[in-house]
């Protein structure tokens, strides 16, 4: 799937390079093969994705640096119905909002700004969004997040917010989706800053907040019904400076899990238990919930599987066989999981070493020459979000999924130059809310 993908891409960029302003993408589906069915939707998503510059450069330059207002699809020997195409406008539109949320700079998309882009792409849906910036209620409600951004308190511009988004489709809701996604508008790695030129590129690190942005949009564009959605983006910028946390400190998250800061630098965890708290609370109340995270969590997870997206299930995720769905349905639209496994292991590895404290937030290692470094922080968010006690044998068991995107958030794995996939929006979307581009 993905070589139709790379070819649209190339052959579209060579169209308008050449200077075509309407193109027309002809797709030689091999017909009749199942799990090529996407083929020509793919390809036209891929084709219209190339066409996306960066916020920066359009607001530079204007309008004209996209220049091809009209990308037509043909399938030769298919049939290109219009609801194929409506999947493919409200998906791309998904995906740009989630590469321009990604893409760019810090000082552009920090976090008022992020609030302010996420709420006027949103203007005219059904979504409710809810931007929370009361800097006493974020001490009280996000704990953990607050201590990321506590550097970031004394700059105005950088203040952290919390986005809430809600769709709640039209009919019956079946199932209700729970989104957290990582937004760190910039990670300097905290106290523990990022050395040896580490830093480039870490204005990305808002990658899986982007693209669960990009995923409510497509879906509440195209209307889906029987899915409810409550997204949170925390939206964080972590600075280093007086005020700035630092390893050792013990901070009680909002789930009342009291977590010794292993190293500033992983900073996504923190923000990410608080989000995962409050969904929780949703959660129970929910119809058919689902938690998800989305997050650029590990440089381990690029070093473990290359350019894929990784999905970890907790027990009762397990029993949906949510991750090996992910990777199926990933493989049907040219956006691709490898599957992980949580294990007692990764458990192990955060457990407190006394009772000053409930959970170790981190090694002090890169998370790429730890074993284990993408797998064992899901441990650290099923404590601290206090989802550990929603587990198979309890009550009220919660299927929570967490997504790595520290391989795929941006294409080539070039966090500084790289163009932001808006990955894994496009497989997210098919598997939630079975939004396959229509036959
Ligand atoms: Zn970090």
New binding site residues.
Partial sequence: MRRFADAARSGVRRARDAGARAILLLVHGPNGKASYANAAAVAALAGAGSLWEPLEAREAFGDAIEPVQTLGIAEVGGEFAESTAEWIEATAAGLRLARDLAGTEPERMAPPRFAEYVQAAFRGTKVKVTVQKDVKKLQREYPLLMAVARASLGVPRHRPCVVRLEYVPKGKVVRTVLLAGKG?TY?T?GADLKTDGHMAGMSR?KGGAAAVAGLVLAAAKLALPGVRVVAELGVVR?SIGSDAFVSDEIIASHAGCRVRIGTT????RLVLADLLSHLRLDAAQAEGPHLFSVATLTGHSGRAVGPYNIALDNGPARAFATAETLMQIGDLVGDPFEVSRLRREDFDFVQPRSKADDTLSCNNLPSSGTARGHQFPMAFLCLASGLVKHGTDSAVPLPFTHIDIGGSGCEGGDWQHGRPSGRPLVTMLATLFGALPPA
């Fill in positions: 760190l990670d790695g690190d972590n630098d992983a900073d996504g």
